[in-house]
């Protein structure tokens, strides 16, 4: 199947009429436009590079709960904020999460700012390897990729930016 697959990508040309001329052009980079493989063979190199990104990144998975609905009783709290006092009868359902991808778009889970800079880079670097981009802009050209952060508690959101906005003696 790969053979094939080499052979179809190898000797592909296009073929142009314009008017009464007629070009033909030999293609040779990137995927066919309009070709039914070619969703296909995006989705095999975005699984096999978060696949093999997952053994690089140092992280580990975050938990959450579920809180399934009760059939039985329409009072039940199905879920709570973290601040909220936790149903005594309910436990949820735990689940973990470390990523997420949708097409072209991912988001990956950190618990600390440090791991969200390191694995940033980490990222970058692994995804270029199988010639995906990460749009991180230039000078001239605004990022479309976006990192957020948020702390768990306003406390040590307050302390963090008191580091960050300190002036530096020189």
């Known amino acids: 199947m790969i053979k094939t697959i080499k052979k179809m990508y190898l000797i592909c040309t296009i073929l142009l ?3 009464k001329v007629t070009c033909e052009i030999d293609y040779k980079s990137g995927d066919q436009q309009g070709d039914n493989m070619t969703p296909i063979l995006f989705l095999y190199i975005m699984q096999a590079a978060i696949k ?3 053994s690089r990144l140092t992280c580990n998975k975050l938990n959450f709960k579920y809180f399934p609905i009760q059939k039985n009783n329409s009072k039940v709290q199905y879920g709570h ?3 909220q006092p936790k149903p005594k009868t309910t436990k949820g359902n735990p ?3 470390d990523n997420h991808l949708y097409i072209d778009d991912g ?3 950190f618990k600390i700012l440090e791991e969200l800079t390191t694995a940033s880079q980490t990222i970058y670097d692994h995804c270029m390897k199988f010639w995906l981009q990460m749009h991180v ?3 001239k050209q605004m990022s ?3 990192a957020m ?3 768990p508690s306003l406390l040590e959101a307050e302390e963090k930016k008191k580091k960050i906005c300190q002036p530096t003696s020189s």
């Open 137 to 139: 802009g230039t000078k």
């Open 52 to 54: 093999t990104l997952q």
């Open 81 to 83: 904020l973290s601040l």
């Open 144 to 146: 479309k990729t976006e």
């Open 149 to 151: 952060f948020f702390p």
């Open 17 to 19: 009429k314009i008017g």
């Open 95 to 97: 689940f973990q999460v």
């Open 107 to 109: 988001a990956f889970l």
